[in-house]
């Protein structure tokens, strides 16, 4: 069994920061894929950013290259998203998920493990 835990969201002005964390337990982070996603009102699940088993790789969604970034705790059970810039756009749930592929994947089929979410509101 596997539970992942979001942490780190919240109320933030356009151009703030804020770190999230997602805490693993019954596995570790070395072996398989991460990502994060997120949802906002009325839209779909889209893809965030996604980092590698091995953390050697990672890809990000056009919409937020550049300001964010996804990285595995040296503990391996933690992940984090740094977003930097906000826009009222990232306004969302933020969801981080577990694959059980190696490679980096994009797709939300590919992630059988999901955390309850955590909220993120920019105001603009």
């Known amino acids: 069994q596997v539970q992942l835990v979001e942490s780190g969201g919240g109320l933030v002005q356009a151009g703030g920061s804020l770190r999230l964390s997602c805490t693993a337990s019954g596995r570790t982070f070395s072996n398989y894929a991460m990502g994060w996603f997120r949802q906002a009102p009325g839209k779909e699940r889209e893809f965030v950013t996604a980092i590698s088993g091995s953390g050697g790789r990672t890809v990000y969604a056009g919409s937020v290259k550049g300001r964010f970034t996804i990285s595995i705790g040296s503990s391996k059970n933690t992940v984090y998203l740094q977003m930097n810039s906000l826009k009222p756009e990232d306004t969302a749930v933020y969801y981080c998920?577990?694959?059980?592929?190696?490679?980096?994947?994009?797709?939300?089929?590919?992630?059988?493990?999901w955390g309850q979410g955590t909220p993120v509101t920019v105001s603009s």
């Open positions: 998920a577990l694959s059980i592929l190696q490679s980096i994947t994009h797709m939300a089929h590919d992630y059988p493990y």
